[in-house]
């Protein structure tokens, strides 16, 4: 793999917005609303996943597929009352500048609808060192494919050993893998260390502050 790292792909979920237990909270409702008893620690687990993919992991299999969509429905319109309250995690946004100041091309690569990814981003609020974005609907398949991935390479501009990807789930791992992107992966989404090394995460930290106080000296910034 080239050692040189041109650009840096990053999941927002969990990564650079503190998000993934209100998800978990507003599907569980969603849930059960339809008359569906799931764990939450289960759709925690499922977080970051293309919602088809978490359907199919959380739901019973001879359930009646043509309610998924309500399903989507009823979560995105609970999880939209939180909008105006989601925060970036501690040390996102300066993590993104950092990156963009050493030359990285900075790309947000987010499983969310565009809707949600636009008050993702409002929470972010680090316009200034973004080049490029793309959401669920550029894609055709969702984590842990490695489409999503793979659009975000196109927008960078550079080869699959030219570039980092940051998540914070199996998902986000797995998918980098498939696409032959290295990964960092951050505790913050509330994945274990063993489970995100044992999925290929090259380098973990606690969180993007944490990550932060080593750049220089990780994948991003070699010294």
């Keep these: 793999m080239s050692e040189t790292v ?13 998000s993934n ?51 989507r429905t009823a979560h995105s319109a609970l999880y939209s009352t939180y909008w105006s309250r989601l925060r970036p995690l501690r ?22 609808g565009e809707p949600e990814f636009r008050a993702l981003r409002a929470a972010l609020d680090a316009e200034d060192a973004i080049d490029a974005a793309t959401f669920s609907g550029e894609v055709e398949r969702s984590k842990p494919a490695p489409d999503l991935v793979q659009v975000a390479l196109d927008k960078a501009g ?25 990964c960092i992966c951050l505790l913050s989404g509330g994945i274990s260390r063993d489970e995100l090394a044992d999925a290929g995460a090259t380098e973990i930290y606690d969180g993007p502050a944490e990550l932060l106080d080593h750049f220089p000296g990780t994948l991003l910034g070699p010294r």
């Design 21 to 71: 237990y209100v998800h978990a909270v507003t599907w569980w409702e969603a849930f059960s609303q339809a008359g569906y008893d799931v764990a939450m620690a289960d759709i925690h687990r499922a977080i970051g996943m293309g919602s088809d993919e978490m359907l199919d992991k959380l739901l019973p299999s001879d359930r009646d597929t043509t309610q998924d969509d309500s399903l």
């Design 158 to 182: 550079v080869l699959a050993d030219e570039a980092v990807f940051v998540g914070d789930t199996v998902w986000d791992a797995q998918a980098a893998a498939k696409a032959g992107v290295r």
């Design 6 to 18: 041109t650009a840096v792909l990053f999941d927002v979920d969990g990564t650079l917005v503190d």
């Design 91 to 112: 040390g996102a946004p300066d993590l993104l500048r950092a990156c963009k100041k050493r030359g990285l091309k900075v790309v947000l690569a987010s499983s969310a």
